[in-house]
């Protein structure tokens, strides 16, 4: 076997792994005041400790078709679509940037991303102790890494935040209700500082585009109108992690869009 796809292998493994112990995260974070390494992993409705073979990333919830091997009741899959999600992004990272420190600073990043992608669907809220302390390290991580210069990611933490504020800021004033939730704010600034301030158009148009697009579904099937609350912070993930794979693709679309040619 070729030394790339043991690579890939370990990536998908390691990622998975990962992935596990972000599903904790994603559960105790928002709710619980107790640590998220401790206690050990257990059922959330029985409460009984988890056995190592019950902890083995998707092949667990497989084998045990989805429903805790005491209680018996439905575990969520959320735990074994994360877990693959994970392992995915790890080797795409991998395969990407391959065993580099750039590659472990954006697998930082998209494990981030992907905790705040759940939180927010599920409670409508991105914790400050995930994205301020990413903003810290996108900035770190301009300094260590070739991707991107510090000063691109300093202006890329500053419009970042900053346009979103603008907007919400206008939304207030014209609405005189929020409309954009500071996380949202926090979230774009630490985007901006990992992937710089050009990735901010793109990230912006098109989180804004398919979270319009959704939101006036589930407006219309729901019959809530504008009063219906949808999390942003999913789109902003999501477009984040587009452009940080698709960066040159992204930049032929634009040099198309500016030139009328490749």
């Given amino acids: 076997m070729e030394p790339q796809t043991l690579t890939l292998l370990f990536a998908l493994l390691f990622g998975a792994i990962i992935g596990s112990f972000l599903n904790v995260v994603i559960h105790r974070l928002p709710t619980d005041k107790s640590s998220i390494v401790f206690p050990a992993s257990h059922c959330p409705q029985c409460q009984h400790p988890l ?87 996108g900035l770190i991580f301009s300094l260590v890494s070739p991707a991107l210069t510090w000063q691109d990611s300093l202006i890329g933490l500053l419009l970042g935040g900053g346009v979103l504020y603008a907007i919400a800021l206008f939304y207030y004033l014209w609405r005189k209700q929020e409309g954009m939730g500071g996380g949202d704010i926090k979230l774009l600034a630490m985007i901006g500082a990992f992937l710089g301030w050009q990735a901010l158009p793109f990230v912006i148009f098109a989180s804004s585009l398919s979270g319009s697009c959704i939101g006036i579904l589930a407006m219309i099937k729901q019959g809530k109108g504008a009063k219906m609350r949808i999390p942003f912070g999913p789109f902003l993930s999501f477009a984040a992690l587009i452009y940080l794979f698709f960066t040159e693709q992204i930049n032929l679309l634009y040099q198309f869009y500016l030139h009328g040619s490749f």
């Fill in 51 to 137: 056995s190592w073979y019950e902890n083995i990333p998707i092949l667990s919830y497989l084998a045990l078709r989805g429903r805790c091997g005491h209680c018996h009741d439905r575990i969520s899959l959320r735990y074994p679509v994360v877990e693959l999600s994970m392992a995915l992004l790890s080797a795409a990272i991998i395969n990407r940037f391959d065993l580099t420190i750039t590659a472990a600073g954006y697998f930082l990043f998209c494990a981030a991303l992907l905790v705040i992608v759940w939180i927010d669907l599920q409670h409508q809220i991105i914790p400050d102790v995930i994205s301020l302390p990413g903003i810290i390290l």
